[in-house]
């Protein structure tokens, strides 16, 4: 069965300080990951895409990486911000057949001044 | 461009009354998606339609739930009757949804309360 779980499941964290999100996922066979950022009573918007090739990819203050034998992904967050307190959603994409993808639980983020 | 439009934004029922929640999808986008997202459950997709046919709606909880999509620019998600456990966020999105772009595009979502 296709799953995506993420760690922790909830985070706070001082402004200006860095984190680090974590996503374990069994989708197979494989296509690509994105992670996705939720604010509060808003819908996720995707912050990035990884897919098999990729090891390493940034957006401004965030840094994701995927490790495609062990099936782990890692969203960075530096110097954080108030403004970054939000859901942090890890989706996986498969490769077989239509558009399917699994969707983590998320990551609650606060970030406090 | 206006992204993917939800209405209403909160929806507050009574059990057995039915609920109507809507969605416009980006325009040129070919697929659309009804999801429901719970904080037990996270997001759970209910039905996705492809080129205003439906592809997958084997998330569909039971036959309470309908969903149509009579053309590219529209598609309703029908609860009837309606039941407390059906409290949640519904979120519509839609994606381009080629062999190199899956990227979905979320509404703002619909607060579901029955109560």
């Known amino acids: 069965k296709n799953q995506v779980e993420q760690s922790p499941q909830s985070l706070i964290i001082l402004e200006g300080k860095n984190c680090t999100l974590q996503?374990?996922?069994?989708?197979?066979?494989?296509?690509?990951l994105r992670w996705y950022k939720q604010d509060t009573g808003r819908g996720p918007v995707s912050l990035t895409i990884?897919?098999?090739?990729?090891n390493t990819k940034s957006n401004g203050r965030y840094t994701a990486t995927l490790d495609a034998d062990t099936k782990q992904s890692s969203l960075h967050i530096t110097a954080s911000q108030l403004s970054d307190s939000a859901s942090y959603i890890c989706?996986?994409?498969?490769?077989?057949?239509?558009?399917?993808?699994?969707f983590g639980t998320g990551t609650k983020l606060q970030v406090i001044p | 461009d206006a992204g993917v439009i939800q209405s209403p934004r909160h929806e507050v029922t009574e059990m057995g009354q039915e609920v109507t929640l809507r969605c416009k999808p980006i325009?040129?986008?070919?697929?659309l998606f009804w999801y429901r997202q719970t904080m037990m459950r996270g997001l759970e997709l209910l039905i996705y339609?492809?080129?205003?046919?439906?592809?997958?709606d084997s998330g569909m909880p039971e036959d309470r739930f309908s969903a149509k999509m009579p053309n590219a620019s529209f598609s309703t998600l029908k609860i009837q009757p309606s039941e407390p456990r059906d409290s949640a966020v519904y979120f519509c999105?839609?994606?381009?949804?080629?062999?190199?772009?899956?990227?979905?595009?979320f509404g703002s979502g619909t607060q579901l309360s029955v109560l």
């Open positions: 990884m897919t098999f090739s990729e």
């Open positions: 325009s040129g986008h070919n697929s």
């Open positions: 999105a839609s994606s381009p949804l080629t062999a190199t772009n899956e990227k979905l595009f």
């Open positions: 989706v996986v994409r498969n490769s077989g057949g239509y558009q399917k993808v699994t």
């Open positions: 996503c374990n996922y069994t989708v197979s066979p494989f296509s690509n």
């Open positions: 339609f492809n080129n205003n046919v439906p592809i997958d």
